[in-house]
């Protein structure tokens, strides 16, 4: 049990249609980074929170957008969805540092219908 | 950009198998190399986090080694077991706070 946790588990959602996904980080974790993994795939990275403040992002559009809030608990919303943004969509809290243990959730199945 | 690979992409051996998973990288700047464990549609669960001032790490059964001057890590797995049959990934962090770039994974089954 590694204390992180996302909901919900499954989502099935429409072209166009805009999803929120939420993740709540293990105690004592004050990061929250954001993957995605496409099947077959090694997680992509999207971006990381840091004391409610964007710290850091990967090669996604801004489509893709955070929050992080004072609990250190975080959304991930996507906007205008595509087919192509179907996948696993991991979240992972950590202590903000250079040699830090990452916690990954269950992670949230996004279907794009 | 930091580009991470991993070889084989799946493995299947007997139980009781002794077993190396690789793992290159072709950026040496690196802060650390992990290894996950992920099973099917689940998320990953952390194996081993080698520093990059160390050369491995052990954790019961496995033994991951890193040599940053050849961009290379190993995980070992001794004595394999049917449990241990999922998708090992590698990763290493390139920045301050832990941002990580994946290798695709190599898919291991151990056969009881």
């Known amino acids: 049990e590694t204390g992180v946790t996302q909901s919900p588990t499954h989502l099935i959602k429409t072209r166009g249609q805009q999803v929120t996904l939420r993740c709540s980080s293990q105690?004592?974790?004050?990061?929250v980074s954001w993957y995605q993994q496409a099947l077959g795939q090694g997680p992509q990275f999207i971006f990381q929170?840091?004391?409610?403040?964007?710290?850091g992002r990967g090669n996604f559009p801004p489509r893709f957008s955070g929050l992080q809030f004072p609990n250190y608990s975080s959304e991930l919303n996507v906007n205008a969805l595509e087919l192509d943004d179907s996948a696993l969509y991991l979240c992972?809290?950590?202590?903000?540092?250079?040699?830090?243990?990452?916690?990954f959730g269950q992670g949230t199945r996004l279907t794009v219908v | 950009k930091q580009e991470v690979t991993q070889i084989p992409a799946a493995l299947s051996v007997p139980e009781g198998e002794n077993l190396v998973l690789n793992c290159s990288f072709t950026?040496?700047?690196?802060?650390?190399l992990q290894w996950f464990r992920q099973d099917p549609g689940k998320g990953l669960t952390s194996l081993l986090l080698?520093?990059?001032?160390?050369r491995e790490q052990t954790s019961g059964r496995l033994n991951a080694s890193l040599d940053k001057s050849s961009g290379r890590s190993t995980l070992y797995i001794a004595a394999s077991q049917p449990g241990d049959s999922a998708t090992y990934l590698c990763?290493?962090?390139?920045?301050?706070?832990?941002?990580?770039?994946f290798g695709a994974g190599t898919i291991l089954r151990v056969k009881s």
């Open positions: 080698i520093q990059s001032s160390q």
């Open positions: 950026d040496s700047a690196i802060y650390n």
């Open positions: 929170y840091y004391r409610e403040e964007e710290n």
């Open positions: 992972a809290s950590s202590r903000q540092g250079i040699n830090t243990e990452a916690f």
């Open positions: 990763a290493s962090a390139m920045e301050y706070g832990n941002k990580l770039v």
């Open positions: 105690s004592g974790h004050n990061t």
